[in-house]
């Protein structure tokens, strides 16, 4: 019976959700529930951590918290040149909940369930909250002058502004899409068995973890631009090799033969 429902089950109906109104604005609840749902989820591993956490042998939670948390700290060291306190900790938290909201899509849960980033009210405000928290930070480090100074270029300031929509529809377009390509492969794959369809399940996590890893990555690596310049690192290397020396230039293949055969 589980593997029927795996097989035939539709997660993601496409542009429709359920919805109510509060305060004359509409909310999508659905998206909504599968957030809380992936929040406590996040929370329940923060404190089962926290619960079993030991200076001695790790446990399991332990050790997984661990990876996690070190592989992000390695990725903020080679962005920012060292660890920040706030950094760090919103790269964790933002690859988690993605990942988790990511599996929901291989959960058969009659559409109650949907994966949140199947949603672009979602996405849109976790590309948000990157953004501003990149722009406060950049601020904070750099000061107001230097970090406002590449603004003067028009196509830095349209890249500023592509950033967070070219964040927000990438996480959405791959997993709305893996969502309903799952839908139709099992909804193809039913008369087959069940094969086909858990096989592409198993692969649709993979994707979700992919997604998590590049949104997560791209976070940190934002957080990198705004303190080294957005990119003026080029001006810079471009002024000392104008500077530098002159090197001799080498002698031309032709001589260097004449000088071999003589």
Known sequence: MMFAALATTTEIDAGTHPTFKFLGLTFNSDTMLSTVVALVIVLIFGFLLRSQVTDGVPGKIQLLWEMLVEWVQGLTLSSIGRLNPFVVPLGVTLFLFILIGNWFEVIPTGHHLPPPAADTNMTYALALVVIVSV?????????????????????????????????????????????????????????????????????????????????????????????????????????????????QPEKAPEKQLEKQLA
Not at 157 to 169: H, Q, R
Not at 192 to 220: C, D, H, S, Y
């Open 135 to 247: 722009h406060i930070f950049g601020f904070r480090e750099s000061g107001a002058r230097q970090y406002l100074k590449p603004f003067r270029s028009p196509l830095h300031l349209i890249e500023e502004i592509v950033k967070p929509f070219s964040l927000a529809l990438r996480l959405f377009g791959n997993i709305f899409a893996g969502g309903i390509i799952l839908s139709l492969i099992g909804l193809m794959a039913a008369p087959l068995g069940v094969v086909p369809t858990v096989l592409w399940k198993l692969f649709g996590m993979a994707i979700g973890g992919i997604q998590a890893f590049i949104f997560a990555l791209l976070t940190i690596l934002y957080f990198g631009f705004a303190v080294t310049g957005h990119g003026d690192d080029h001006e810079e290397e471009h002024k000392e090799a104008e500077k530098a020396p002159e090197k």
